[in-house]
Structures are given as structure tokens and as C-alpha cells.
């Protein structure tokens, strides 16, 4: 059973940091395209970061200089560095992977989602 469980997400203040991270089960990351979304509120969700299976990393350009993803293979994850964060950086953050995907598109499965807060 593919599983993906966000973790990480919490309240932090403009220009905080806050680092979360993608932890699957049923499946290893450097098989998938493994991407970070974001829900804003009254918009619909959109990409934030892709790792797909190759390594390469792909940014929004919202976040890119600022956003960090990487993984880590032997614990299966796929973190997501968030620095110098801003209020519109607020929404609900999860993670869906893509079996030997190129691109964080035609998402298969997701996690549930965690909500990040970016207030003073």
C-alpha cells in the first residue's frame, strides 16, 4: 500500500524557516517524481517543487531562491526547505508522487496535506 505522510508544517512568522518533509511507505522516492503542492486559500492547488525520479529538482517561481527540495534514499523522504517565508506562502502544503515520473504531473497518490501559516 503507497502511503505519503506529511510532516513539519506549524505557525512561523515572515522571513522564518520551517522545513517539511514527505515520508513514503510502498514505494521508494528514487522510483517517482515525488512533488510539494500547496493549497492557497481560495485558489485552487498548485506545484511548489518536483524531485522526480532522476534527481533533478523544478521550482515555482514564487519559490524558487528561497525553496529547497531534496531527498534522502535510505530514509525515503523527500524534504522541503522552505526559508525567508512569506504570508503568501500560507495554504496547505502535501506531497503526491508519480510512478517514474519526469514531471510532477498526473499525480497517482497524496498525502493528506499539512497546513503552513505564515503570520505576524
Known amino acids: 500500500q503507497l502511503q505519503l505522510v506529511e510532516s513539519g508544517g506549524g505557525l512561523v512568522q515572515p522571513g522564518g524557516s520551517l522545513t517539511l518533509t514527505c515520508t513514503g511507505s510502498?514505494?521508494?522516492?528514487?522510483?517517482?517524481?515525488i512533488g510539494w503542492f500547496r493549497q492557497v486559500p481560495g485558489e485552487e492547488r498548485e506545484g511548489v517543487a518536483c524531485?522526480?525520479?532522476?534527481?533533478?529538482?523544478y521550482y515555482a517561481d514564487s519559490t524558487k531562491g528561497r525553496f529547497t527540495i531534496s531527498r534522502d534514499v535510505a530514509k525515503n523522504t523527500v524534504s522541503l526547505e522552505m526559508n525567508n517565508l512569506k504570508p503568501e506562502d500560507t495554504g496547505v502544503y502535501s506531497c503526491?508522487?508519480?510512478?517514474?515520473?519526469?514531471?510532477?504531473?498526473?499525480?497517482?497518490?497524496w498525502g493528506k496535506g499539512i497546513p503552513v501559516t505564515v503570520s505576524s
Open positions: 503526491g508522487a508519480r510512478r517514474g515520473g519526469y514531471f510532477c504531473t498526473d499525480i497517482e497518490n
Open positions: 510502498g514505494f521508494t522516492v528514487d522510483r517517482y517524481a
Open positions: 524531485i522526480p525520479w532522476n534527481g533533478a529538482t
